[in-house]
Nanobody, 129 residues
Framework: QVQLVESGGGLVQAGGSLRLSCAASGRFASSYHMGWFRQAPGKEREFVAA????????SYADSVKGRFTISRDNVKNTVFLQMNSLKPEDTAVYHC??????????????????????WGQGTQVTVSS
């Protein structure tokens, strides 16, 4: 029904920046809520950021506030994650997610986000020290 494809991951030094993209296709509407989760080696998947496409509301994990910015392009059905001042602890596989009804303000309480409707395959982000 809905497909999500992430891109933009890679290897950067601490203090550097990356910009991740998530392109949606299929029966997708701009009113779908979108966001990012990440899973570091040996740890559970955790919330990073979310955005409500129709309303423009955003939500961030405390660990990335002031460094990461989530944005959208509804014409292209794409959501972005601009990551600045990267730290080694940001190293993880970053997954894009979408949900038809879960508001962006509630995503921070979802833990691993298992209840969300759609997921991308993930893109690797590695930050070296």
């Amino acid at each position: 029904q809905v497909q999500l494809v992430e891109s933009g991951g890679g290897l950067v030094q601490a203090g550097g920046s990356l910009r991740l993209s998530c392109a949606a296709s299929g029966r997708f509407a701009s009113s779908y809520h979108m966001g990012w989760f990440r899973q570091a080696p040996g740890k559970e998947r955790e919330f990073v950021a979310a955005i409500t496409w129709s309303g423009g509301m955003t939500s961030y994990a405390d660990s990335v506030k002031g460094r990461f910015t989530i944005s959208r392009d509804n014409v292209k059905n794409t959501v972005f994650l601009q990551m600045n001042s990267l730290k080694p602890e940001d190293t993880a596989v970053y997954h894009c997610a979408a949900d038809i009804s879960m508001r962006a303000s509630r995503w921070s309480a979802l833990g691993a986000g298992s209840t969300l409707d759609y997921w991308g395959q993930g893109t690797q982000v590695t930050v070296s020290s």
